[in-house]
């Protein structure tokens, strides 16, 4: 049994809120001290989620990029996939990351404490250490970031080997020939993505009627099109009622949404990408900090205050409220700790992008075009194919297209939507938009650079707010 002298600030949860909170945090003169129970820090995001998808993602592409390298004149011959070693390059990625974060934390004096924390009361957390024992943290203020874990279906256990959440996914053993992603969300379809660019046959079973609903849906019809193009198989309106494995395949239990006759399917893998609910560890034990839930998630203020009577106990990322991103994870952390120190933080919102990390790529900014158009504000819309973009033609990369809706009266921007090639390293421009309150017209005569992708979105707000645009 170990206690530490009283912090500034104990942060519970080393994730992309968590640390991000606490390295800011020491920078404005605080005392941190930051307890992580998986032994390594990043969170989700790091060990199990956009990092090593990421690197799966790019190295499968790199794969169908060498396969048709041909049509630029570049004969390969035998191309294939060492699994192998392309998990190893997924795992020194993650690792050096990981690693990455201790060092960060030594150069800004963040106190790491390795294990996992437990409320005793609204001022005091118990930590039951990694290497043994128990230390006590106390401190003015406490930071819940304690994350997400996977959710599952009813009747499907998740054994990681054939009936696989994201975590397992990102780790299978060998190719499956055959994989069933339940649910069409961007972490099912960017993992299907990379099994299917590696041989396999992947079919995405989803409940609702179409994929991402979320998604603007001019941009959903020609993701999924695409998507369909690259060899995807979509079974939708579909519901899982059971899935069994017995070691070697799956069979799947699926029946229409609206009811009907159940069908037997049987895949070697199934992937269950249905969804994500807040985590807590081995137990946060928030009863006896008085910290309240509403549907799972943390209750929180506009200052990521709990409920908790001392008012001392703040939440941020992905266990409270808002979409579950690693980078809204970040701003929460950084506004919370500034509010803390007594300064003027703020998140909004309306203005966290949503990248799907496919290839092309999907990102997107602010209101759907049905979202405005249930609002009942007038508008107007633009639009751009990545066909007509100079850059894009040039490199033989041209499927996509940018959307803009803007208010009628105005131009003032309401949303993006971007499908294209690093669809995620245009849409910034288009963040700083929304934040700015521009008009398509501010973007329309800013200077882009040619030949670049970013002209299609300079195009696009000409389409927008003079109706026309010039390559069109
Ligand atoms: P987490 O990253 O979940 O971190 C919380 C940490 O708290 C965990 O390490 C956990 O061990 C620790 N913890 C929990 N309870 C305790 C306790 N009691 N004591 C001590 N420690 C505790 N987002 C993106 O923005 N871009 C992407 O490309 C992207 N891709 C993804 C791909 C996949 C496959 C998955 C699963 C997610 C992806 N995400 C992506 C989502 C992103 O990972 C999360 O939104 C982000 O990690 C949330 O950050 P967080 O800090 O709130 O929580």
């Not at 969804?275 to 209750?299: C, S």
């Not at 919370?336 to 900014?365: D, F, M």
């Not at 390293?425 to 398509?440: D, H, K, M, N």
Request: net charge neutral; aromatic share 6%.
């Amino acid at each position: 049994f170990a206690s530490s002298e009283e912090v500034d600030l104990a942060v519970i949860g080393g994730g992309p809120g968590g640390y991000v909170a606490a390295i800011k945090a020491a920078q404005m003169g605080m005392k941190v001290t930051c307890i992580e129970g998986r032994g390594k820090l990043g969170g989700t995001c790091l060990n199990v989620g956009c990092i090593p998808s990421k690197a799966l993602l790019h190295s499968t592409h790199l794969y169908e990029e060498i396969k048709h390298a041909a049509k630029h004149g570049i004969e390969v011959q035998g191309a294939k996939v060492d699994l192998g070693k392309m998990m190893a390059q997924k795992d020194k990625a993650v690792a050096g990351l990981t690693s990455g974060i201790e060092m960060l934390f030594k150069k800004n004096k963040v106190t790491y404490v390795k294990g996992w924390g437990k409320f005793k009361s609204d001022s005091e957390v118990e930590v039951e250490l990694a290497d043994g024992g128990t230390q006590t943290v106390t401190a003015k203020n406490y930071l819940i970031a304690t994350g997400s874990e996977v959710t599952s279906l009813p009747n499907v256990n998740i054994d990681e080997e054939r009936i696989v959440s994201s975590t397992g996914a990102l780790a299978l053993k060998e190719i499956p020939k055959t994989m069933f992603v339940i649910g069409g969300g961007y972490i099912g379809l960017e993992m299907g993505s990379v099994w299917s660019r590696m041989g396999a046959e992947v079919t995405v079973i989803e409940y609702l009627n179409d994929i991402v609903t979320t998604m603007d849906s001019d941009i959903r019809k020609a993701f999924k099109r695409t998507l369909q193009k690259q060899g995807l198989k979509m079974k939708l309106s579909t519901k899982v009622n059971k899935a069994e494995s017995d070691g070697k395949s799956v069979k799947v239990y699926v029946e229409p949404a609206k009811g009907g006759k159940e069908e037997v399917l049987e895949a070697d893998v199934i992937l269950v990408a249905a969804g994500r609910k807040a985590f807590f560890g081995k137990g946060l034990n928030l009863e006896a900090a008085g910290v309240q839930l509403e549907k799972g998630k943390v209750i929180t203020d506009k200052d990521f205050r709990t409920t908790a009577k001392s008012g001392k106990i703040f939440a941020i990322g992905d266990c409270i409220n808002g979409p579950m991103l690693a980078h809204k994870a970040e701003d929460d952390g950084i506004a919370c700790v500034e509010k803390i120190a007594g300064k003027g933080g703020h998140v909004n919102y309306n203005t966290v992008p949503l990248i799907i990390y496919t290839w092309p790529e999907v990102a997107s900014v602010g209101k759907t075009e049905d979202e405005v158009k249930k609002s009942g504000v007038n508008y107007k819309v633009g639009k751009f194919p990545f066909l007509a973009n100079s850059r894009a033609k040039t490199i033989d990369d041209a499927d996509g297209l940018v959307k803009f809706i803007s208010e009628a009266d105005t131009d003032k921007i309401l949303g993006a939507h971007i499908m294209g090639p690093n669809a995620g390293e245009l849409i910034p421009e288009c963040v700083l938009a929304l934040e700015y309150g521009a008009s398509t017209e501010d973007i329309a005569r800013a200077c882009h650079g040619h030949p670049t992708m970013s002209e299609a979105i300079k195009e696009a707000a000409l389409a927008t707010t003079f109706g026309k645009a010039i390559h069109a």
